[in-house]
């Protein structure tokens, strides 16, 4: 059974950081392209950021210099530390795992950046 299980998310104020991490099991990670989106209320799912099983990565241009992928393929894990946080950053954060046509979805974590 695949899992992807995402933690670290909440509250934070603007300006303020919060690191995601995405714990999977059920998969051979290491072949799996990772990724991070988010959704918010009342907008189309949207991609964060994703890195290849090579470590390539790649970026949205609104998290750019802002937002870090890694991937630990030792513990199965990928993470988003997010620093200089903005109210736009609002969003439910979904893990996402990607192998040619097979593609894994985690179940969300709330991130809030408000004063």
């Known amino acids: 059974q695949v899992q992807l299980v995402e933690s670290g998310g909440g509250l934070v104020q603007p300006g303020g950081s919060l690191r995601l991490s995405c714990a999977a099991s059920?998969?051979?990670?290491?072949?799996?392209?990772m990724g991070w989106y988010r959704q918010a209320p009342g907008k189309q799912r949207e991609l964060v950021a994703s890195i290849t099983s090579s470590g390539t990565t790649n970026y949205a241009d609104s998290v750019k210099g802002r937002f870090t992928i890694s991937r630990d393929n030792a513990k199965n894990t990928v993470s988003l530390q997010m620093n200089s946080l903005k109210p736009d950053d609002t969003a439910v954060y979904y893990c996402?795992?990607?192998?040619?046509?097979?593609?894994?979805w985690g179940q969300g974590t709330q991130v809030t950046v408000s004063s």
């Open positions: 996402n795992s990607r192998w040619s046509i097979i593609t894994y």
């Open positions: 059920g998969i051979i990670f290491s072949n799996y392209a």
